[in-house]
């Protein structure tokens, strides 16, 4: 589904990935821990296309296709999705005119023909149960006043919504209590069906009782520095990050 | 260089003594005559103005002054812009009248100003006789317009758009004049809906010089929409000036969308208490467009509500002027006036000029104003593409998402649709 080696990337001439390999089969979970300025997030930027980003070196090979070759859109249309860190409020736009904008855009990309009003409120109506988002927040701009929780559920909404082949998950758990992070999780969990990937970032292993990877990988410093099985995660709950950094600079 | 341009000048100024002594005007009362007349004196007294004049600090109308102007040719044309379904129709070419009313409403009055000029007719008076040289032109000048006179109590259920067609052709070969005068009486407890349109050839350098005055009684109530889309290469010169009694309501919203030089004068007089006045407006510029709104909103009585909220959306090389100016006496306590500018940049080379002004004679108000100009949201913007929105469409999104606040407040839904259209396709797809 998606392989990606020897990838460099940066910004601003600072570079924070440095030399990153990762390989993902479909229908797997894959989990990426990481200390603060690891370059979680970076990672999860530049494959979601951010062009701020400035990547000088390595692959990204997208369920066949050349990914860094692609726009941030077409990226989407190819089936990959990114559950943002900090969802983006825009003012103006309500929620459902912004999904309707999307899963159209997606549906064209595609060459099928685009959702009317009435088949995108039943694919709406359907969806919006797998997160428990409140009916009155479709209405509202997009992500404009919501909570935090509130947010980070419209992100798997969307997700439902979009059906992606991946979907990257970049500290999706932060900022949520105990029972944002159920609901959320069991979002997720819902939209496993064999076939499906995720890329699961997160600093905390929390988040990985819920949704349980099938490998965790340690980042640290741009790079995986130890790869192992959810058993991994509970390592790092214990001993946290120190001693593979201490590893990583020998 | 001076020597060279004051004859000109004058040159220039006699053109319009010219075209007032060639204007036909049967019928026309003394009063109406003596009018124009000074209205004409005091014009060719101030001349143009120039970047000199405060006022005309930031837009320069020398190319206005530089032209030679005719009335245009007229005639049956069809309309440039969309006579929108729900409402009644009213439509003059070059100034003058085309089609009519079949049918009035009871309790209201609408007809062509021009059969509308007897004695008693408060027109001109809210057109202040220093500063606004254009209105003095249009005074000395108007051929007709659009009269409506809402009685006590009486409402206007339907809608009327009054349109303005500019053909921009003469049959001496000059550019194309035409002096709309629009006359608006709504009385004691009334209900008028009024939505003016302009518009007018592409490529040509044609000047629709506008003068609109709305005279709102007690509990009176004005829904009012401009729609300017004048041609490319127009010149849109326009004063709207309004007085409100007592406890009367003006919500009146302009969209400015065509020509290559605008200016509107907003007069607003807050005669009486507790007037809820509400002056909106939307600049959507392009190419090298200028758009100058002048705002005068004067809260001369205690209790009243005064609210601007002005938009724009700059591309190319347009420029937009926001000078908005919140005037408040000493007798008017308990004064509520906010203002706010609002300005998108949709290129590095489009400019927006802000200017707030606030003269408070009274001690216990409330008067806040912002304005802001910047750019599109880069976060805003991939946010939309990293769900599959192609980077034109989401462009277009955001645009609409920032210009659609002033739109949703336009309750007649052809109109807003069309609006929403232009907005979402022709700017979007443009910038």
Known sequence: ??????????????????????????????????????????????????????????????????????????????????????????????????????????????????????????????????????????????????????????????????????????????????????????????????????????????????????????????????????????????????????EAMV | MSSATLPDKAAGLAAYEELFSASERTGESEGVSDLRRSALDRFLKQGFPTRRDEEWRQTNVAPIAKSQFARGTGGSVTPSAELYDGCDHMVFVDGRLEIGLSAVPEGVDIRPLSEALVEGLPLGDLVPEEGHPFAAMNTALFEDGLYVHVSEKAQMVRPLQVHFESTGQTTQGVSAVSFPRNLIVVERGGEGRVIETYSGAQGRAYMTNAVTEMHLGENATLRHVKVMQEGDASYHMALQSIRLERSANLHSIAVNQGGSLVRNDLRSLLDGEDIDCVLNGLVLGNEQRIVDNHLWMEHAKPNCYSHQLYKGVLADRSRAVFTGRIFVHQEAQKTDAVQTNRNLLLSEAAIANSNPQLEIFADDVKCTHGSTIGQLEDDAHFYLRSRGVDADVAKGLLVYAFASEILQEIDLEPLRDSLERILVHELASGV
Do not use: C
């Not at chain 1, 855009?105 to 023909?113: D, L, N, P, T």
């Not at chain 1, 694919?123 to 006043?145: A, Q």
């Not at chain 1, 009782?209 to 790869?227: A, K, N, Q, T």
């Open chain 1, 1 to 246: 589904m998606l392989e990606i080696q020897g990838l460099r990337a940066g910004i601003e001439d600072q570079e924070i990935l440095k030399g990153f390999d990762l390989k993902i089969g479909p229908g797997e979970i894959h989990a990426i821990m990481g200390p603060n300025g690891s370059g979680k997030s970076t990672l999860a930027q530049v494959l979601a296309g951010r062009e701020e980003y400035e990547i000088s070196e390595g692959s990204v090979q997208f369920d066949g296709e050349d990914l860094l070759e692609l726009d941030p859109e077409e990226r989407a249309q190819a089936g990959l999705f990114l559950a943002f860190q900090y969802p983006v409020e825009i003012p103006g736009i309500s929620n459902t005119y912004f999904l309707k904008a999307a899963v159209n855009s997606v549906r064209k990309a595609h060459g099928k023909e685009e959702l009317d009003a009435v088949e995108f409120l039943k694919l709406v109506r359907e969806k919006v149960k797998v997160v428990e988002l409140d009916d009155s927040l479709l209405k509202r701009p997009v992500n404009e006043g919501f909570s935090g929780g509130e947010k980070k559920r419209n992100e798997i909404f969307q997700m439902a919504v979009l059906e992606p082949k991946m979907a990257i998950l970049d500290e999706t758990d932060s900022g949520l209590d105990i029972d944002a992070l159920k609901v959320v999780s069991n979002g997720v969990n819902s939209l496993r069906d064999g076939d499906r990937s995720f890329l699961v970032i997160t600093h905390y292993q929390r988040l990985l009782e819920y949704i349980v990877p099938d490998f965790v990988h340690v980042l640290v410093d741009g790079r995986i520095v130890r790869s192992g099985g959810k058993e991994l995660a509970l390592e790092l709950e214990e001993r946290g990050y120190g001693w593979l950094e201490q």
